[in-house]
Structures are given as structure tokens and as C-alpha cells.
């Protein structure tokens, strides 16, 4: 059965189309986006309709493999009536400078109450399920064929932070980056440990730069200290643990890909400002006055 599918300039209007609209001209895949509706793996998330976003940039045809961008999204004063557009607005899923082929993914989570959403569906390797969707949905711009996934990487803003540690448990193939963006809250202290999963980073961290150099990685973690800095600073020194047994000559460029910093800027905008340049280049210098 077809996904039902909401074009992004159609989404208000609430005009189902039933097939992603990929166009191909020139050899090419152009850049599109879309938003579905009634995703399979998300069937058990509370929360409005459309549920699914994607968006890719152009990517020449044929091509065996594809990166995958996954964004876990925050809290929503909207509640359950979050629109997913909100969030794609401030998600950094821009894609524009990214010179690699590469599919951007944006789920709705699953409202729990208030403002708060968590990714239920996603845990014990759904989140690979989702990705597996998405690249199929793209199968009829590949001539029937699934790109298969080739780089993937992570990203969280706010509340999607610990979710998006939580799902590198479950994954098969844990992503190549992690991006979050002042997300590390931490547990809450009733429930246990304030600081559980910091040894699930340390796993994730350990296999990650055991593939150095030749599958090249990131963890970059942005973060404002009233909020999420006890957990980012914890992760800082996760990283300089594991950087400690590397050989001098490597450190700057793992530097440059693995570390934890403070955000000057708010919130609310810091996905959105450092998204699009890790994407281009996970190890970049944020320039945060242009």
C-alpha cells in the first residue's frame, strides 16, 4: 500500500498525493522534499498527521548507496497538536552544502504529555526500520532498485537528545556522527542515575573511533550550561579519555571532530545555526557571528 504523502507546499491544504515526488532530470535525482502521512513504523506515536519528513539533495544516478540523516526533534508548547513543519524549520536539515548523496529524515515523536515527546517506536533498531522505509519510498527514482544506506548520522535537538542515545542501543549499525544540540539533559533523578547513558556514549564512542581513519566519524555535542551542560561536560571527558591513547599526530583532526562546546547563541536556534555546517563538514569552526 502506497504512503500517503503531503507535498510540502500542500501540507496546510491537506492534499494526499500517492507517491514521493521524486523528479530525475540530467542523470540526476534532483533535490526534493515531501511529508507522508500514516507512517508504519510510527503507527504507535500519539501526535498529528503528517507524521514523516523527508528531504534529499541531488544525487546522480545510478548510485548503490546513499548517506542518511536522522533528526530527533524537542519539546512542543504545541503539545499533541504539534505540526511537524515546526520543527523542520528549526531542525538544521539543510542539505545545500552537503556534497555527498544524502537523505534527511525527520519523524514526529510521540507525545507523552505537556510538551514533552520521546521515540518509542524507534528504539530496539526501529529507527533502522524508519530509515529502510525511507530509502524505500525513494525505490521508483532508482528504477525500482533501494539505494542501499551508506554513511549514516544522527541528530537531536532538546528533548530529542537522551532518545537519540537511547537509540544507539538497539541499532545494527550504529551511525558514523552524532550532532546534539543542547540535548543532554541527563535522566530524571526520581527514575535513577541523572547520568545513565553516559556509558552507552562511551560503547558507541569506543567502536566509533576504533574505526579510524579509515571510516571517519564525529560526536559533536552543543550545549548551553544552565541546561544540558553536566551531561555535555561528562561527555567532553568521555572524549578526551578515548582520544588520550592516540598517537599526537592524529589528535588534531579527531579534535576537530570529537568534542563538546558551549552554544553563545539560544536555544531554540542552535540546531538550526549548526546543522547545516556539520553537515557540510562535521569537523568545521563555528563561526558564530556571521
Known amino acids: 500500500m502506497p504512503p500517503r504523502l503531503l507535498a510540502r507546499d500542500k501540507q496546510k491544504r491537506g492534499l494526499v498525493m500517492n507517491k514521493i515526488p521524486a523528479a530525475v532530470a540530467e542523470g540526476a535525482l534532483q533535490p526534493g522534499e515531501c511529508y507522508l502521512c500514516d507512517t508504519p513504523i510510527l503507527k504507535a506515536h500519539s501526535g498529528s498527521q503528517p507524521d514523516l519528513f523527508l528531504r534529499w539533495n541531488l544525487i546522480p544516478l545510478p548510485v548503490a548507496a546513499v548517506d542518511v540523516v536522522v533528526h530527533l526533534h524537542g519539546f512542543s508548547r504545541a503539545g499533541a497538536g504539534m505540526p511537524l513543519a515546526e520543527k523542520v524549520a528549526r531542525s538544521g536539515l539543510d542539505l545545500s552544502r552537503r556534497r555527498r548523496p544524502t537523505l534527511a529524515v525527520l519523524p514526529r515523536g510521540n507525545w507523552l504529555r505537556y510538551t514533552w515527546y520521546d521515540f518509542a517506536a524507534l528504539l530496539a533498531g526501529g529507527v533502522e526500520q524508519l530509515i529502510d522505509y525511507a530509502l524505500a519510498g525513494l525505490a521508483a527514482a532508482f528504477a525500482g532498485t533501494v539505494p542501499q544506506r551508506d554513511r549514516t548520522i544522527l541528530t537531536a535537538h532538546s528533548g530529542g537528545g537522551m532518545p537519540a542515545i537511547d537509540l544507539l ?3 545494527r549499525e550504529p551511525p558514523d556522527e552524532l550532532h546534539i544540540f543542547d540535548g543532554l539533559y541527563g535522566r530524571d533523578p526520581a527514575s535513577g542515575d541523572p547520568m545513565r547513558g553516559l556509558e552507552t556514549v562511551d560503547r558507541w564512542l569506543a567502536g566509533r573511533l576504533a574505526g579510524e581513519p579509515s571510516r571517519r566519524g564525529a560526536l559533536r555535542v552543543v550545549y548551553i550550561e544552565q541546561q544540558t551542560g553536566p551531561f555535555s561536560r561528562r561527555v567532553g571527558e568521555l572524549i578526551a ?3 588520550a591513547a592516540f598517537a599526537a ?14 552554544s553563545p547563541i539560544q536555544h ?10 556539520l553537515l557540510a563538514d562535521a569537523g568545521i569552526e563555528f563561526d558564530w557571528w556571521r
Not at 531554540?268 to 555546517?277: K, L, M, Q, Y
Open 169 to 171: 542501543e538497539g541499532m
Open 241 to 243: 579519555n578515548r582520544l
Open 268 to 277: 531554540a536556534r542552535i540546531a538550526e545555526r549548526c546543522g547545516p555546517d
Open 249 to 262: 599526530s592524529d589528535l588534531a583532526d579527531l579534535r576537530r571532530r570529537y568534542r563538546t562546546e558551549r
